[in-house]
C-alpha cells in the first residue's frame, strides 16, 4: 500500500512538471547542460571553456573548474565559461530569469567570487580591472558583506549600484540558485532551491542598453577570485519566471527534458553581430512535433508585432537571404521568428509561435567613389595620385597605398583617413610602375584599381642665350667663364671670345 502512495505521488509531481514545463518551454532561450561541452542547446549560442589552468573537465553531466581560490580575474589565469557577446542585450523586453545549478567549494571565507557576470568592464573586452564606469550584473556567492548578492551597476547619468543579498551560498553541496530581472517593474527577486529569499526594486538600467561583450561564468568584471566549483546547469529565460515556475523547474531538476515544440538553436544566434546579408538563416526541427511546414518572419520591428513573413509553409529548416524581395541593409538590427505548424496526427493543426531572435547584418565594405587614374611625370617632377571612398553608414574610412612588386607589395604611405592622396616627390626612373589603394572600415577592405605611373624623359633643360646662360626649363643655370672678356650675348647667340690659339 505504502508502495502505491510513493507511486501516485511521484506521477502527480511528474505530471505538476510537464504542466510547468508546458509553459516554460516558451520562455526558455539559452540552456547550458555541461554534457561534454559548454553548447547552448536552445539557441545555439554557444560557450567556450577557458580551461587556463589545464585541470578544467567535463564530469558526470558538469563541468569542475580547475581553479583553487588564489587564481585571479584580471590575471586571466583561471578557468572560466565565455558566453557569446550580445546574448543578454538580446533579451528584448528587458525581462530574464537566470537559473544555476551549481557546487560551490568556497573557501567559505572567500569573497567575491562570481557564478555569473555580464556586461563590460573598464578595461573592455576580456579585460577585469574594474568596471566602475561601465555597465554589469552579476551574482557571487558570497559578497564582502558575508551574502549571497546579486546587483547591477550602471554609470548612466552618474554611477550607481543597486542589489538584493541573502546568507552566503553554502559550500560543498549543489545549489539551484535563480535571479528573476522584471525590467518593466524595476525589481529582481532571488531564489535559493526553489525559495525566494530576496527581493528588491531600483533597477532601473534596461538590459537591451548593455555592452555586454564580456558574459562570463566564473570571472569577474573586477580583479576578484575566479569561481570555485563546478557548474551542473546554466538557463536563460526570456521572461521574469513566477515563484510557482521556478519551484517547478528546481523540482523537475537540472536534467529536465523540455519538450521540443517550438524552432529552437536559430543560425546566427540571438544577439550576433556582423551577419552576411547574404547568407542562410537555420534552425533546428522541433522533435516533439508531427511537423507540416514553418513560416519565417523577419523585420526591423524590435517588438516582433509587425514583423512581415518572408516565407510561407517552408518545407526545410533553412532560407535563403537572397530569397527576399528587397535585399537586407549593412549595418542595421533585424528580427525574426520561425513559427512551427504541427499536423497533431491527423488532428487540428497547431502553430507554435516562435522564439524572438535578433542579429545585425555587417558594416558595408567602403565604396570607392573616385578611382586613381593612370598618369605620367616629368623625371624630376612630383607625381600625385588620388582616390576617395564613402563608408555607406555614415562611419570613417581609411586608406593605404601600395605599389605593386612580384612578392609582397609595398606600402607606400602610412593607414589613415587623411591618407588618400599619394604624392611621390621628384621622381626618378625608379619610381616608374603600378599603384593602387586600400580602402578599409569596420567591415574590411577594397582595393581601388591598379594604375600605372610612367615617368617621362623629355626635354629637362634648356639654354637659349638670350642674354645670358641661365636654364629655361629646369634650375641648373649655367655659368659663362669669360676668360678673354671677348664673351659677349648677341642676337640671341653667345659669341666666345676664343681666337682658335692653343695654350699650356
Not at 111 to 124: A, C, K, V, Y
Not at 228 to 241: H, K, Q, S, W
Request: some cysteine.
Amino acid at each position: 500500500m505504502r508502495t502505491s502512495h510513493v507511486f501516485m505521488l511521484g506521477l502527480i509531481v511528474a505530471m505538476a512538471t510537464g504542466v510547468a514545463w508546458a509553459g516554460l518551454e516558451e520562455k526558455i532561450v539559452h540552456r547550458y547542460s555541461f554534457e561534454g561541452n559548454a553548447f547552448d542547446s536552445i539557441s545555439a549560442a554557444d560557450g567556450v571553456v577557458v580551461n587556463n589552468t589545464g585541470t578544467a573537465a567535463f564530469v558526470g553531466g558538469e563541468l569542475d573548474l580547475g581553479n583553487n581560490g588564489g587564481k585571479w580575474s584580471n590575471d586571466n589565469n583561471g578557468d572560466y565559461v565565455d558566453l557569446p557577446n550580445g546574448i543578454i542585450s538580446a533579451l528584448l523586453e528587458n525581462e530574464a530569469t537566470f537559473e544555476a545549478w551549481v557546487t560551490w567549494n568556497g573557501p567559505a571565507e572567500s569573497s567575491w567570487q562570481r557564478i555569473f557576470d555580464f556586461g563590460t568592464s573598464d578595461g573592455g573586452e576580456n579585460a577585469s580591472p574594474g568596471a566602475p564606469g561601465s555597465f554589469y550584473i552579476f551574482l557571487t556567492p558570497r559578497s564582502g558583506a558575508a551574502t549571497m548578492r546579486f546587483g547591477n551597476n550602471h554609470p548612466d547619468p552618474a554611477q550607481s549600484e543597486t542589489w538584493i543579498e541573502t546568507t552566503a551560498l553554502a559550500t560543498g553541496a549543489q545549489q539551484h540558485v535563480a535571479v528573476v530581472w522584471d525590467g518593466p517593474n524595476q525589481t529582481a527577486t532571488m531564489y535559493l532551491n526553489g525559495v525566494a529569499v530576496a527581493t528588491g526594486t531600483g533597477f532601473t538600467y534596461p538590459l537591451t542598453r548593455i555592452t555586454d561583450n564580456n558574459n562570463w561564468l566564473g570571472r569577474s568584471q573586477w580583479n576578484d577570485p575566479m569561481f570555485v566549483g563546478r557548474f551542473n546547469e546554466f538557463r536563460i529565460y526570456n521572461a521574469p519566471l513566477s515563484g510557482s515556475e521556478v519551484a517547478a523547474s528546481y523540482a523537475a531538476g537540472p536534467d529536465a527534458a523540455i519538450p521540443q515544440v517550438r524552432a529552437y538553436g536559430p543560425d546566427p544566434f540571438s544577439g550576433e553581430d556582423y551577419v552576411d546579408a547574404h547568407g542562410l538563416l537555420t534552425w533546428q526541427e522541433p522533435a516533439d512535433v508531427d511537423l507540416l511546414g514553418y513560416d519565417l518572419y523577419l523585420g526591423t520591428d524590435a517588438n516582433g508585432v509587425a514583423l512581415p513573413r518572408v516565407g510561407a509553409d517552408l518545407a526545410t529548416n533553412s532560407f535563403d537571404l537572397d530569397d527576399l524581395a528587397e535585399p537586407l541593409l549593412p549595418d542595421t538590427e533585424y528580427y525574426w521568428r520561425v513559427d512551427v505548424q504541427d499536423a497533431n496526427e491527423g488532428g487540428d493543426p497547431t502553430v507554435y509561435t516562435g522564439r524572438l531572435w535578433r542579429f545585425k547584418t555587417a558594416p558595408a565594405v567602403p565604396v570607392i567613389t573616385v578611382q586613381p587614374v593612370s598618369t605620367g611625370a616629368l623625371l624630376g617632377a612630383d607625381a600625385v595620385l588620388t582616390c576617395e571612398a564613402v563608408d555607406l553608414g555614415g562611419g570613417s574610412v581609411d586608406y593605404q597605398w601600395f605599389r605593386v612588386t612580384e612578392g609582397d607589395d609595398i606600402a607606400m604611405s602610412d593607414i589613415g583617413p587623411d591618407q588618400n592622396v599619394l604624392t611621390i616627390p621628384a621622381v626618378t626612373l625608379d619610381d616608374e610602375g603600378s599603384y593602387y589603394c586600400q580602402v578599409s572600415n569596420v567591415a574590411g577592405a577594397v582595393n581601388s584599381a591598379v594604375v600605372r605611373l610612367d615617368v617621362q624623359i623629355g626635354l629637362i633643360h634648356r639654354y637659349d642665350f638670350t642674354n645670358d646662360p641661365n636654364d629655361r626649363v629646369g634650375d641648373a643655370d649655367g655659368v659663362l667663364v669669360n676668360n678673354t672678356g671677348n664673351a659677349r650675348f648677341e642676337n640671341g647667340q653667345l659669341i666666345l671670345g676664343n681666337t682658335g690659339q692653343m695654350s699650356n
